[in-house]
Protein backbone atom coordinates (compact mmCIF):
# COMPACT_ATOMS: atom_id res chain seq x y z
CA UNK A 1 0.00 0.00 0.00
CA UNK A 2 2.60 2.37 0.58
CA UNK A 3 4.44 3.48 -2.09
CA UNK A 4 2.08 3.54 -4.66
CA UNK A 5 2.34 5.53 -7.50
CA UNK A 6 0.20 8.44 -7.77
CA UNK A 7 -0.97 7.32 -11.12
CA UNK A 8 -3.95 5.25 -9.39
CA UNK A 9 -5.23 8.82 -8.19
CA UNK A 10 -4.43 10.40 -11.68
CA UNK A 11 -6.10 7.56 -13.56
CA UNK A 12 -9.07 7.81 -10.47
CA UNK A 13 -9.93 11.72 -11.44
CA UNK A 14 -9.72 10.86 -15.16
CA UNK A 15 -12.64 8.85 -14.47
CA UNK A 16 -14.55 10.20 -11.96
CA UNK A 17 -13.55 13.75 -11.97
CA UNK A 18 -14.05 13.95 -8.33
CA UNK A 19 -11.37 16.89 -7.77
CA UNK A 20 -12.15 18.78 -10.90
CA UNK A 21 -15.99 18.73 -9.80
CA UNK A 22 -14.81 20.26 -5.96
CA UNK A 23 -12.70 22.89 -8.07
CA UNK A 24 -16.06 24.30 -9.89
CA UNK A 25 -17.91 24.27 -6.72
CA UNK A 26 -16.90 27.52 -4.35
CA UNK A 27 -18.98 25.87 -1.02
CA UNK A 28 -16.86 22.36 -1.87
CA UNK A 29 -13.42 24.30 -2.43
CA UNK A 30 -14.07 26.79 0.96
CA UNK A 31 -15.08 22.98 3.03
CA UNK A 32 -11.55 21.35 2.08
CA UNK A 33 -9.09 24.60 2.13
CA UNK A 34 -7.37 23.07 5.22
CA UNK A 35 -6.78 19.61 3.72
CA UNK A 36 -4.33 18.04 1.52
CA UNK A 37 -5.74 15.19 -0.76
CA UNK A 38 -2.27 13.45 -1.83
CA UNK A 39 -0.88 9.69 -0.93
CA UNK A 40 0.64 9.08 2.15
CA UNK A 41 2.34 6.09 4.02
CA UNK A 42 1.60 4.14 7.34
CA UNK A 43 4.16 2.35 9.54
CA UNK A 44 5.15 -1.12 8.71
CA UNK A 45 3.40 -2.52 11.65
CA UNK A 46 0.13 -0.79 10.73
CA UNK A 47 0.26 -1.89 7.23
CA UNK A 48 0.44 -5.28 8.51
CA UNK A 49 -2.22 -4.79 10.52
CA UNK A 50 -4.81 -3.30 7.62
CA UNK A 51 -3.53 -5.93 5.40
CA UNK A 52 -4.74 -8.77 7.70
CA UNK A 53 -8.31 -7.05 8.40
CA UNK A 54 -8.34 -6.88 4.96
CA UNK A 55 -7.94 -10.35 4.28
CA UNK A 56 -10.77 -11.52 5.95
CA UNK A 57 -12.88 -9.75 3.87
CA UNK A 58 -13.37 -11.92 0.79
CA UNK A 59 -15.84 -8.73 -0.61
CA UNK A 60 -12.22 -7.11 -0.97
CA UNK A 61 -10.94 -10.04 -2.76
CA UNK A 62 -14.32 -10.76 -5.18
CA UNK A 63 -14.30 -7.15 -6.60
CA UNK A 64 -10.76 -6.47 -6.96
CA UNK A 65 -10.81 -3.32 -4.63
CA UNK A 66 -7.05 -1.11 -3.78
CA UNK A 67 -6.55 0.11 -0.94
CA UNK A 68 -5.02 3.44 -0.83
CA UNK A 69 -3.58 5.35 2.18
CA UNK A 70 -4.09 9.16 1.76
CA UNK A 71 -2.75 11.90 3.93
CA UNK A 72 -5.10 11.94 7.18
CA UNK A 73 -6.72 15.29 6.14
CA UNK A 74 -7.75 14.08 2.60
CA UNK A 75 -11.67 14.95 2.50
CA UNK A 76 -11.69 15.32 6.41
CA UNK A 77 -10.50 12.26 7.07
CA UNK A 78 -13.24 10.55 5.83
CA UNK A 79 -12.32 6.90 4.09
CA UNK A 80 -14.06 7.02 0.84
CA UNK A 81 -13.63 5.60 -3.05
CA UNK A 82 -12.07 6.62 -6.28
CA UNK A 83 -12.78 5.13 -9.34
CA UNK A 84 -12.46 2.15 -10.77
CA UNK A 85 -12.19 0.43 -7.78
CA UNK A 86 -9.90 2.09 -5.10
CA UNK A 87 -10.73 2.32 -1.32
CA UNK A 88 -9.35 5.95 -0.22
CA UNK A 89 -8.01 5.68 3.82
CA UNK A 90 -6.91 8.77 5.76
CA UNK A 91 -3.63 7.16 7.44
CA UNK A 92 -5.10 8.03 10.78
CA UNK A 93 -7.57 4.94 10.35
CA UNK A 94 -4.82 2.11 10.71
CA UNK A 95 -5.47 1.04 13.98
CA UNK A 96 -8.95 2.17 14.14
CA UNK A 97 -11.08 -0.27 16.15
CA UNK A 98 -13.96 0.03 13.12
CA UNK A 99 -11.33 -0.68 10.25
CA UNK A 100 -12.89 -3.99 9.57
CA UNK A 101 -16.71 -2.57 9.42
CA UNK A 102 -15.09 0.56 7.64
CA UNK A 103 -13.30 -1.51 4.71
CA UNK A 104 -17.11 -3.50 4.05
CA UNK A 105 -18.83 -0.06 3.81
CA UNK A 106 -16.02 1.15 1.56
CA UNK A 107 -15.95 -2.44 -0.63
CA UNK A 108 -20.07 -2.07 -0.85
CA UNK A 109 -19.54 1.31 -2.43
CA UNK A 110 -16.79 0.16 -4.79
CA UNK A 111 -19.48 -3.11 -5.91
CA UNK A 112 -22.12 0.03 -6.65
CA UNK A 113 -19.71 1.27 -9.14
CA UNK A 114 -19.13 -1.80 -10.52
CA UNK A 115 -22.78 -2.90 -10.49
CA UNK A 116 -24.89 0.15 -11.43
CA UNK A 117 -27.43 -1.75 -13.03
CA UNK A 118 -27.90 -4.01 -10.03
CA UNK A 119 -27.87 -1.25 -7.39
CA UNK A 120 -30.38 0.06 -9.32
CA UNK A 121 -33.18 -2.59 -9.71
CA UNK A 122 -32.64 -2.87 -6.04
CA UNK A 123 -33.09 0.58 -4.97
CA UNK A 124 -35.95 1.21 -7.61
CA UNK A 125 -37.51 -2.52 -5.82
CA UNK A 126 -37.09 -0.96 -2.65
CA UNK A 127 -39.02 2.82 -3.28
CA UNK A 128 -36.15 4.72 -4.64
CA UNK A 129 -36.33 6.47 -7.72
CA UNK A 130 -33.46 8.19 -9.64
CA UNK A 131 -34.00 12.10 -10.72
CA UNK A 132 -32.32 14.26 -12.99
CA UNK A 133 -30.01 17.26 -11.89
CA UNK A 134 -33.21 19.47 -13.23
CA UNK A 135 -35.28 18.03 -10.05
CA UNK A 136 -33.33 19.96 -7.74
CA UNK A 137 -33.30 24.01 -7.53
CA UNK A 138 -29.77 25.76 -8.64
CA UNK A 139 -29.75 27.01 -5.48
CA UNK A 140 -29.69 23.60 -3.54
CA UNK A 141 -27.19 22.14 -6.00
CA UNK A 142 -24.85 24.99 -4.90
CA UNK A 143 -24.81 23.92 -1.68
CA UNK A 144 -24.42 20.22 -1.95
CA UNK A 145 -21.43 18.43 -0.63
CA UNK A 146 -19.83 16.11 -3.12
CA UNK A 147 -19.47 12.66 -2.18
CA UNK A 148 -16.85 11.00 -4.79
CA UNK A 149 -19.27 7.80 -3.39
CA UNK A 150 -22.35 9.12 -4.89
CA UNK A 151 -21.31 11.41 -7.58
CA UNK A 152 -21.90 9.20 -10.52
CA UNK A 153 -25.86 9.47 -10.49
CA UNK A 154 -26.05 11.73 -6.57
CA UNK A 155 -30.19 12.73 -6.84
CA UNK A 156 -32.62 9.52 -5.49
CA UNK A 157 -36.25 10.28 -4.61
CA UNK A 158 -38.06 8.06 -2.04
CA UNK A 159 -41.26 7.44 -2.83
CA UNK A 160 -40.71 9.49 -6.44
CA UNK A 161 -41.18 12.57 -3.90
CA UNK A 162 -38.10 13.28 -1.44
CA UNK A 163 -34.79 14.16 -2.51
CA UNK A 164 -32.10 13.86 0.30
CA UNK A 165 -29.52 16.31 0.05
CA UNK A 166 -26.10 16.88 2.23
CA UNK A 167 -26.53 20.61 2.37
CA UNK A 168 -23.27 23.17 3.75
CA UNK A 169 -24.53 26.29 5.23
CA UNK A 170 -23.10 29.47 3.71
CA UNK A 171 -20.89 29.84 6.41
CA UNK A 172 -18.03 28.42 7.23
CA UNK A 173 -18.58 25.62 5.72
CA UNK A 174 -17.25 22.19 6.46
CA UNK A 175 -17.13 18.83 5.55
CA UNK A 176 -18.50 17.56 9.12
CA UNK A 177 -20.95 20.23 9.07
CA UNK A 178 -23.16 19.66 6.13
CA UNK A 179 -26.24 18.02 7.00
CA UNK A 180 -29.35 16.15 5.66
CA UNK A 181 -32.16 17.65 4.73
CA UNK A 182 -35.15 16.50 2.32
CA UNK A 183 -36.31 18.24 -0.55
CA UNK A 184 -39.88 17.75 -1.77
CA UNK A 185 -39.94 17.80 -5.35
CA UNK A 186 -44.04 18.26 -5.58
CA UNK A 187 -43.84 21.65 -2.54
CA UNK A 188 -40.35 22.54 -3.22
CA UNK A 189 -40.37 22.59 0.36
CA UNK A 190 -37.32 21.73 2.65
CA UNK A 191 -37.15 19.64 5.79
CA UNK A 192 -34.63 18.17 8.39
CA UNK A 193 -36.84 15.29 9.74
CA UNK A 194 -36.47 11.71 7.42
CA UNK A 195 -39.77 10.26 6.35
CA UNK A 196 -41.00 7.57 9.13
CA UNK A 197 -38.66 4.26 7.49
CA UNK A 198 -35.44 5.98 8.05
CA UNK A 199 -35.95 7.44 11.81
CA UNK A 200 -33.72 5.15 13.74
CA UNK A 201 -30.76 4.98 10.83
CA UNK A 202 -27.61 7.22 11.72
CA UNK A 203 -28.48 10.87 10.36
CA UNK A 204 -24.59 10.51 8.36
CA UNK A 205 -25.99 7.38 5.94
CA UNK A 206 -28.87 9.64 4.72
CA UNK A 207 -27.39 11.66 2.39
CA UNK A 208 -28.03 8.90 -0.17
CA UNK A 209 -29.40 5.61 -0.65
CA UNK A 210 -25.94 3.92 -1.45
CA UNK A 211 -24.91 5.16 1.55
CA UNK A 212 -27.54 3.91 3.65
CA UNK A 213 -27.78 0.44 2.62
CA UNK A 214 -23.96 0.21 2.73
CA UNK A 215 -23.81 1.85 6.27
CA UNK A 216 -27.11 -0.99 7.04
CA UNK A 217 -25.45 -4.06 5.53
CA UNK A 218 -21.89 -3.45 6.51
CA UNK A 219 -23.45 -3.28 10.05
CA UNK A 220 -25.21 -6.61 9.20
CA UNK A 221 -21.61 -7.99 8.54
CA UNK A 222 -22.32 -8.58 5.07
CA UNK A 223 -18.47 -9.35 3.98
CA UNK A 224 -19.44 -11.55 0.57
CA UNK A 225 -20.16 -10.74 -2.88
CA UNK A 226 -23.00 -13.66 -3.03
CA UNK A 227 -23.94 -12.16 0.72
CA UNK A 228 -24.59 -8.32 -1.14
CA UNK A 229 -26.32 -10.18 -3.90
CA UNK A 230 -29.14 -12.01 -1.82
CA UNK A 231 -29.66 -9.03 0.51
CA UNK A 232 -30.55 -6.79 -2.66
CA UNK A 233 -32.27 -9.12 -4.55
CA UNK A 234 -33.86 -12.02 -2.38
CA UNK A 235 -35.25 -15.07 -3.68
Same mark, same amino acid.
Given at each position: ?79 ? +? ?17 ? &? +? +? ?10 ? @? ?27 ? &? ?35 ? +?????? &? ?40 ? @? ?7
Amino acid at each position: MAGQPSSVLDIAERLDGYLAAIQKSPINRAARRDYAYEMDSVETAAATSIAAVAATIPLLESIGAELVILNSTADGGMPH +TRAPNLICLPASLANSKEL &R +T +TLIHEAIHVHQR @LHPDLWRSALVAAGWSPQPATAVPSALKE &RIRINPDTLACPFWAWESRLIPLPLFSFTNPTLGSAS +TEWYDI &RTGALFRDPPAPFARDEKAALEHPYELLAYRLSNQGIDTEEG @LTEALIPK
